[in-house]
């Protein structure tokens, strides 16, 4: 493949239910980031992966929130028991390592948009 | 903590015409980097140009340039000669050095005129 692919492209759900939204890294990238892009706002840091590590989930907004990269490759975040709040288009990104220099960029997919009714 | 500042939720240029948006940012951090990038309606962002905090000299893409004013946090961007492709939401970024996560503005919808 030759970009970040996510599915689904969109998403209705109703509150109360669980959604998992599925990230495809480009072959070979080991770095993998979600951000959540609410309405009329900016990218949010949500989750980073980087190999074998434990992930950095700093920016998780709460524990209803939790993702997990299996094998190193494809991602999934999983929202349980879905807020309107959480209203919003997810976007994931890869990077062939750690971001270290300037030099070095994140490429992201185009985005899971999620509607909770 | 650091954060992102576009004071122009929404901007219009005619064709061929020059436009500038305004960013603006937060640290008390000495070496960053800075970017644009751009949204079309495909979602998908798109790195327009980055600048390292320690150059003094402004980056410059093509069509595209930035005014990098380190004292003042302010990093606009310059679009020369506009064209409709050029149609999008336009977000600055931040990232420290060391750290992982970008630091993103509210975006500057950038509506182009034929």
């Known amino acids: 493949g030759a970009g970040v692919s996510q599915s689904p492209s969109n998403k209705v759900t109703e509150k109360g239910k669980d959604v998992e939204l599925r990230c495809d890294p480009i072959s070979g990238h080991t770095a993998l980031y979600w951000y959540r892009q609410s309405l009329g706002q900016g990218l949010e840091f949500l989750i980073y992966?980087?190999?074998?590590?434990?992930?950095?989930k700093s920016g998780l907004p709460s524990d209803r929130f939790s993702a997990e990269r299996t094998g190193g490759s494809v991602s999934t975040l999983t929202i349980q028991r879905t807020q309107q709040e959480d209203s919003a288009v997810y976007l994931c990104a890869s990077s062939p390592r750690p971001l270290l220099a300037g030099e070095e960029t994140q490429y992201f997919g185009p985005g899971t948009r999620l509607l909770v009714l | 903590a650091q954060t992102v500042t576009q004071s122009q939720p929404e901007m219009s240029v005619q064709e061929a015409e020059t436009v500038t948006l305004s960013c603006t940012y937060d640290t008390s951090e000495s070496d960053y980097y800075l970017f644009w990038y751009k949204q079309p309606p495909s979602r998908q962002m798109i790195l327009v140009i980055r600048?390292?905090?320690?150059?003094?000299q402004n980056a410059t893409e093509n069509r595209f340039s930035v005014n990098f004013q380190k004292a003042a946090k302010s990093f606009s961007l310059k679009i020369s000669d506009s064209q409709l492709g050029d149609a999008a939401m336009y977000f600055c970024a931040f990232r420290i050095q060391g750290a992982q996560k970008l630091v993103f503005g509210q975006g500057t919808r950038l509506t182009i005129n034929p």
């Open positions: 600048q390292e905090a320690y150059k003094q």
């Open positions: 992966f980087q190999g074998n590590s434990a992930p950095d």
